[in-house]
């Protein structure tokens, strides 16, 4: 059996303006995301308030997406941008580091924990969980956009992505589905009494072990000696979730 991929990533075009599915993928993303916490606001399980949570709210995204951009720009695609500087904002045709976008809503996290005098790992725990499934979202709009596709293969599913060479593994695909598996993981233990910090780590330790396995069949952007750019960063991603739970486990 062979596969072509032949999406258009534009959903819907007006005159001059296109709606990418990309796009919407982070509409939904943040649609659920917000819903989600605004339900742990109104048991109780988040003590801000709901005009908190929409500040909050806006406040993530844009660190989310400038921390993303910021990484994509600075360590994944230097060259390319340097050359190509307008093609910088355009955030909608894709082009967003995951481990940037973690940098940047820990930062505004942590800063907005402070203010509020709540528990900073506390609020992750409650981040986290719909975050990973809004991540699964983000990348079925890489799928969509033909874009961080894998290596060539020449297994049964191999695709055909437009402007690539040979067959490649559809890795967007099964970064999907390891995303949906740690948001159900997440999910689960969510209601079990653990520390604060809990879910945290194993977000942490569980993305950063599927992510270093699917670096393997992805189409490597940049290496540092034999592993990849992605790969180094999902490292510290895996020291820190130990570190992290080792930390609230002897500290409980």
Partial sequence: MVFYHNLDPVLLQLGPIKIYWYGLMYVISFIVVYLYVRSAVRHKKLRISLADLDNLMILLTL????????????????????????QIPMVWK?????????????????????????????????????????????????????????????????????????????????????????????????????????????????????RFLTEFVREPEVMVGPLTLGQVLNIGMLIAGIGLLYWIKKKA
């Fill in 94 to 210: 894709g082009g967003l580091s995951f481990h940037g976008g973690l940098v940047g809503v820990v930062i505004v996290g942590f800063l907005f924990a402070k203010k509020k005098k709540i528990k900073f790992l506390h609020l992750c725990d409650i981040f986290v969980v719909p975050l990973a499934l809004a991540q699964a979202f983000g990348r079925l709009g890489n799928f969509i956009n033909g874009e961080l596709y894998g290596r060539i293969t020449n297994l049964p599913w191999g695709m055909k992505f437009p402007d690539a060479e040979g067959f490649r593994h559809p890795s967007q695909l099964y970064e999907l589905g390891y995303n949906l598996v740690i948001f159900s993981f997440l999910f689960l233990k969510r209601n079990k009494q653990q520390p604060a910090g809990y879910l945290l780590s194993w977000f942490l330790i569980l993305y950063s072990i599927f």
């Fill in 63 to 86: 660190a989310l997406l400038i921390g993303a951009r910021l990484f994509e720009v600075f360590l994944y695609n230097p060259a390319y941008y340097l050359a190509n500087p307008l």
